[in-house]
């Protein structure tokens, strides 16, 4: 078993029981995180929007301060997650290898942040690579047109 602890020069920093565990060097993975004008839940369709418009099926949108006044009995700002995939990107992903999947599904959050509505993003694809689940060579494909469908949901919202 394989242990990977996200730091700098690839160096193994033990060795017990089977059990490795190695710093590996992290790339640039991109966040994207932007403050818009529309209200809240005006967001979150334009999100869900964009996401359809370019081949993600929404699995989840699920408001997070919801669950915690539910489930906790406490008040939070709103946050709210949409969990998007699409099938084809997907697949690749996994061709690349099964662990990739861990990562799944992309996600945007939407929430308020003083009194401006946030919405953010951050690549699973790169991360797949930089953590150790799939080779950079093997994921290159899928960061590549990952990429690219998320910058055009993006342009849109």
């Known amino acids: ?3 990977i602890l996200i730091g700098y020069y690839g ?5 017990e029981n089977n059990l490795t565990i190695v710093k590996v060097v992290l790339h640039m993975v991109d966040v994207l995180r932007k403050e818009v004008s529309y209200s809240f839940d005006e967001t979150v369709k ?7 418009s370019e081949g993600f099926g929404l699995l989840l949108t699920k408001g997070l301060d919801s669950v915690f006044k ?5 008040e939070h700002s709103r946050y709210t997650f949409i969990l998007a995939c699409a099938p084809e990107l997907a697949k690749m992903a996994l061709d690349a290898s099964k662990d990739v999947g861990t990562l799944f599904p992309c996600s945007f959050v939407v929430y308020e ?3 401006k509505i946030i919405v953010a ?7 797949a690579a930089d953590v150790g689940l799939a ?3 093997s994921m290159a494909s899928v960061i ?9 949901v993006w342009e849109k919202i």
């Open 1 to 3: 078993m394989t242990l």
């Open 11 to 15: 160096e193994i920093l033990q060795i």
């Open 46 to 52: 334009r999100v869900e929007e964009a996401c359809k």
């Open 70 to 74: 539910e489930k906790l009995g406490v």
């Open 113 to 115: 942040d003083n009194d």
């Open 121 to 127: 993003h951050t690549s699973i694809m790169k991360v």
């Open 135 to 137: 080779s950079e060579r």
């Open 144 to 152: 590549e047109e990952t990429g690219k469908r998320v910058r055009k």
